[in-house]
């Protein structure tokens, strides 16, 4: 006979010396379990009980007893001597090290017994990735002979990621038996597919002469796109100026209706260029003619609400044109604009803070002091709120590449400095990207006397600039439109347009943050290509790369958008078109 605490849906058997268990009679009102043996020989015999719970076992009490022959004998169990069996894991979906997961897959996880559903939670069932942990409904069914738990994350996992799932020692069975150990294990999700393309502009597709161009695209941390870009009517008349229109595309959903986002529709307006901060607000910069001169102007995409605020003039300096706006946002949502001015004798670099409470700084600030013109500004944002800007400027000897830091801390651009050191030649077209932890890089062109190279130098938060460019291509042939990308870590990836062999490529090259090296630069296109150019890139949050450009085959009459996939775990693939 066994005393202990008896719940609905128990049974129990009686094993005596491992031999063929004995069903054993339930008395729910005083708590206690019996059951009657046969004869039994003399001498000591093991007595083992099983409780089992809707058919799984999940606790065993144990006693020893002398057996006196022609006497009856009274075991009991004290409810001391009762061990409850600790839950296991038997099956988990994906499963360990599972591969080519899809992104829209839930997590489940057999137990071999039934469990506490108030443990099953997200405290104890975590889901991890590079970004961080996973936000997820977890949810529990004990059906037998069936124990299982669900995760079901918020949003869809990343593509090529690598999770790590995690059962904490929290979860419990249904007599509280916590597991022995927490239980963890890995798996890596799918890539994806290009889809159908689609028109998102104002009916460019079907009426050519409503002319789109020098698109621009940003994404938040939910999967959300913004794009934007310039369309105007070439004719008939009358010409209708270029406006700057924007569509978002919600994840889910899809691609919205596209409208502009410019009030002065008299001039042309030009040169777009977004940034989006991680809970969805966007800022977009671009510049548009009074009718006398160029003037700065930006608008706010307020994801709160949903809608685009009015269009500001964020420059009133009428000394001279401004042109090549920049915008970065960073992790707050506070924003920076860069852009070149004339003050009548030279052209300036200057900047405007953006507040996340929604309003512009008055007054812009320059970014440099040099005597001679600077031109071509690009900005970048790190996770701190530094902000690192670049720009070419005539030092009175060439056009060499400037840099300078705004601090977010004190709020102001700090001295610039020169970033480049070679006399042989100018420099030009300088991109920068910077990683979340402040480490940056920029490449640039710049002529060696002979030819003209991509180069690049980096910047370590805490200690500066390095003194050493090193060119990172290997042909003896101009190089063109560098772009360069940052993932988490500080590697980089870098693209650009050169010829090799007669033929055009966009070639890439890889540093390493490990080795603090450039790595051998490959071609990352392919086929009989007559022309190609303009190459984009951009890292995602797993360390992943995609690149685009523009390509012409020969045979074929205009130009089309090809791709290519850079996994971190292979390298580039084969390219898309």
Known sequence: RSRTRVRRGFSAQLVVDGSTPIEMTIDLENDQVTATTGPLSPGTHTFVIHYFLDGALVAAATSQAQIIAGQNTNIVFSPDSTVNRPPTVLETRPAGNATGVSTNSTLKTTFSQPMNPASLNSLNFTLTGLSGSVPGVVSYVGTPPSFETTFTPSQPLALIADYTATLGTGISGILDEALAAAYVWQFTTADGTWQSSEGID???????????????????????????????????A??????????????????GTPQTINTNTTYAADLPKIAVAPNGHALVVWQQSDGTRNNIWANRFNNTTGTWESAQLIETDNAGSADSPQIAVDANGNGIAIWRQSDGSFTNIMSKRFSNSGTWETSASPVESGAGSAHTPQIAVGANGNVLAVWVQDDGAQFSLFANQFDANTASWRTEERIEF??????????IAIAPNGTATAVWRQSDGSTINVLSNRFILGTGWNTSTPAIDTENQEAFTPEVAVDTQGNALAVWRQSKNGQIHIFSSRYNSNTN??????????????NAGFPQIAFDLNGNAIAVWAQLDSGETFDNVWANRFLKSSGWQTPEK
């Open 517 to 530: 090296l450039w790595e051998t630069p490959e071609p990352i296109e392919s086929g009989n290509a007559s």
């Open 202 to 236: 104002f009916n460019s597709v079907t009426d050519p002469l409503n002319h789109a161009g020098s698109p621009k695209i940003a994404v938040d941390s939910n999967g959300d796109v913004i794009a934007v870009w310039t369309q105007g009517a070439l004719s008939p």
């Open 422 to 431: 070679s006399n042989a030649g100018a420099a030009d077209t300088p991109k």
């Open 238 to 255: 009358p010409f209708i100026p270029t406006e700057i229109w924007a569509n978002r595309y919600v994840k889910g959903v899809g691609w």
